[in-house]
């Protein structure tokens, strides 16, 4: 596709339910990056997938949180037993290798904007 | 670990005064990148820096890195309403795949 493609762009759960975020990166880019953004905040690094290394999970506030990538393109990120304090904005960004001196642009698809009631 | 610092958190400017945001990182940096996010939006890449004390422009935002690669500035000349949003540095390390992106400066310009 021509950018990063995040879905649903909303969703409202009720606690204690589980939600799956999806994101489909720009064709091509071996990086992929989660970000939690809660209103008017910064931006909150939960995860991180470069090509077939393993993943940076350190971001990831608690093992409710878990996020896949297959096939090193489409990204799922899984929230388990919802909480309050998930809610937020949740940013996926995709870019070429991350190397020394490349333009490695970070491209953020839109959202998905989590409600949990 | 890697850790990249920013402020001012945030800055309130009449229109057509100056605005400067300052990045500062615990490690020297490989190159660093400036996004922003205009309110409701999500980030957009401006820049990226790589070079011991680059100075690069677009039209009136100055970026700058330092001569150590630990820090680096936007700077805004003559502020203008349409450059309200939050200003993101986000800095890569040598010893790191990824960039870190640092809290945000949030800019609010009064016409």
């Known amino acids: 596709g021509a950018g990063v493609s995040q879905s649903p762009s909303n969703k409202v759960t009720e606690k204690g339910k589980d939600v799956e975020l999806r994101c489909d990166p720009i064709?091509?880019?071996?990086?992929l990056y989660w970000y939690r953004q809660s209103l008017g905040q910064g931006l909150e690094f939960l995860i991180y997938f470069q090509g077939n290394s393993a993943p940076d999970k350190s971001g990831l506030p608690s093992d409710r949180f878990s996020a896949e990538r297959t096939g090193g393109s489409v990204s799922t990120l899984t929230i388990q037993r919802t909480q309050q304090e998930d809610s937020a904005v949740y940013l996926c960004?995709?870019?070429?290798?991350?190397?020394?001196?490349?333009?490695?642009?970070?491209?953020f698809g839109q959202g998905t904007r989590l409600t949990v009631v | 670990g890697q850790q990249v610092m920013q402020i001012p958190q945030y800055q309130h400017v009449q229109e057509g005064e100056d605005f400067t945001t300052y990045c500062n990182s615990s490690t020297t940096l490989s190159n660093i990148q400036w996004y922003k996010q205009r309110p409701g939006g999500h980030p957009v890449f401006l820049i990226q820096l790589v070079k011991s004390g680059e100075v690069k422009k677009q039209k009136r935002l100055t970026f700058q890195f330092g001569e150590a690669k630990k820090n680096s500035s936007l700077h805004i000349t003559a502020t203008q309403t349409t450059d309200v949003g939050t200003y993101f540095c986000?800095?890569?390390?040598?010893?790191?795949?990824?960039?870190?992106f640092g809290s945000g400066t949030k800019l609010n310009v009064k016409p």
């Open positions: 064709s091509g880019h071996t990086a």
């Open positions: 986000a800095g890569k390390g040598y010893n790191f795949n990824k960039f870190y």
């Open positions: 960004a995709s870019s070429l290798a991350s190397t020394t001196g490349g333009n490695t642009e970070a491209f």
